[in-house]
């Protein structure tokens, strides 16, 4: 759903993310929401320490919410304040700690001086607890506070194997705070820009740093050709001192295509929030102009290949509805039975749920699942053998039936690997780095 920002006779309005674009987002939230259950559940003293967090933010928002929103005639479509004000709390932070040129959210702007600049009004003990939200919604790329409950079970298994929620609901329930960086952008490949600099432990063969004003065609030619890329050696491309963007690349697991994809993205999403600025009060605002629509359209266009949306995928309602699949195993191996059966088993439970419920959500694993089972061996006739009149599906096979039940361990692999990464990989991906792993 769009959201609309008035104030007086000016408008702004952000449209809602394209199909893709969400689902993207969707999976990203399930997958951190699970790393940091997981990570919460392993280790009491954490979650003791995040657990007492959320009074103070509690006393901080009555203390401080004021009534601003139907001051300002702000039309919100979500119920959701309590999040939405620790998310300025947090940006502001994030501002504040870390420059004027840091990550910046032009809706979180808007949202930041409507609750007129709230910081300020906090004592030290409640900044420290701010300060500890915000070092774990980076970690996580997501508001952290909407983690501290236990991961939503019900609503991936109804939106996409059930279809008992639809598309347009999903979108209408669900708000995100994204802070999302492209750190961890994909196996073998590490970007960072300069408000989000970290150490970099891991092995990497070629480092990329970027200065505001060059030109990726010449990043570009400094590169090793195809024949040339996986070659031994390390090569580093460009000063680190004083750089914007520092990529790092493991090339045996990232093509240089997809190396420059992602440094293209980044740097066309930086140029658009330096040429985007506003500065906005609480009672005034800049309307959208028809040009900075087209730059916002180009800074779309520009930016889906560096989020992922690229990049191999299934068909978009397969992937759904194999990736909610495999949240649901993940689901009940670890949160709610903890392990009362191995994989394998848990796989063949869930084949037998799912052709028992609706057999055709079994085609997106085998299409010929269901189709009728044709025996081409060659036997003699027994005439004297009973005749059975029983017509037999591909599925009622022991071959098909394991093909299925392999292809959703492989899926639960995924999901794994995607929860310890706090992304939405392929199995690709995580095929290149098992084998690596072997290496």
């Known amino acids: 759903m769009d959201l609309k920002y008035v104030y007086g006779s000016h408008e702004i309005e952000f449209k809602e993310d394209d199909d893709d674009a969400f ?14 259950y997981r990570l919460k559940t392993q280790n009491k003293t954490l979650q003791k320490e995040l657990d007492g967090c959320i009074p103070t933010l509690f006393e901080i928002f009555d203390r401080l919410q004021m009534g601003q929103h139907d001051e300002l005639d702000l039309l919100y479509f979500y119920d959701l304040e309590f999040y939405q004000f620790v998310n300025v709390l ?22 930041t001086a409507l609750y007129r600049y709230p910081l300020k009004n906090l004592n030290r003990t409640e900044i420290e607890v701010v300060k500890q939200i915000h070092y774990w919604t980076l970690k996580l790329g997501f508001l952290s506070v909407q983690f501290f409950d236990k991961p939503d079970l019900i609503a991936s298994r109804d939106a996409f194997i059930f279809n008992t929620l639809d598309k347009d609901s999903l979108k209408q329930n669900s708000i995100f705070f994204p802070y999302y960086t492209g750190t961890n952008a994909a196996p073998g490949l590490n970007i960072m820009t300069e408000d989000n600099l970290q150490e970099v432990t891991w092995d990497w063969d070629m480092a990329v740093f970027y200065h505001d004003g060059d030109v990726i065609d010449q990043i570009k030619k400094k590169m090793p050709n195809a024949k040339e890329w996986k070659k031994s050696g390390t090569k580093v491309i460009g000063e680190q001192e004083g750089s914007s963007i520092q990529m790092y690349i493991k090339r045996e697991l990232c093509s240089k295509t997809k190396a420059l994809r992602w440094l293209t993205g980044q740097v066309e999403r930086r140029k658009f929030f330096k040429e985007s600025r506003l500065q906005i009060n609480p009672i005034h605002s800049t309307p959208c102009s028809e040009t900075q629509k087209r ?3 180009k800074f779309i266009d520009m930016t889906r290949e560096a989020d992922g949306l690229s990049a191999y995928r299934r068909e978009t309602k397969k992937d759904n509805l194999r990736r909610a699949v495999a949240i649901l195993n993940w689901d009940m191996q670890n949160i709610h039975e903890k392990g009362g059966l191995n994989k394998n088993s848990r796989c063949k439970e869930t084949v037998e749920f799912l052709d028992q419920r609706d057999p055709k959500l079994i085609e997106y694993y085998n299409s010929k699942f269901n189709n009728k089972w044709e025996d081409d061996r060659e036997t ?3 005439e004297n053998a009973p005749q059975f009149d029983i017509e037999m599906r591909n599925g009622d096979i022991d071959s098909y039936h ?16 995607c929860i310890q990464k706090i992304e939405n990989y392929t199995y690709q991906d995580v095929r290149r780095a098992r084998k690596k792993s072997k290496e």
């Open 90 to 111: 947090v940006y502001q932070y994030h501002r504040a700690e870390h420059g004027a040129d840091s990550y910046l959210d032009l809706r979180y702007e808007i949202d």
């Open 295 to 297: 730059k916002n359209d």
């Open 23 to 36: 689902f993207l987002k969707w999976w990203r939230f399930q997958y951190a929401h699970r790393h940091f």
């Open 402 to 417: 394991s093909n299925v039940v392999r292809e959703m361990e492989k899926d639960y692999d995924v999901a794994e690997f």
């Open 380 to 382: 003699p006739a027994n």
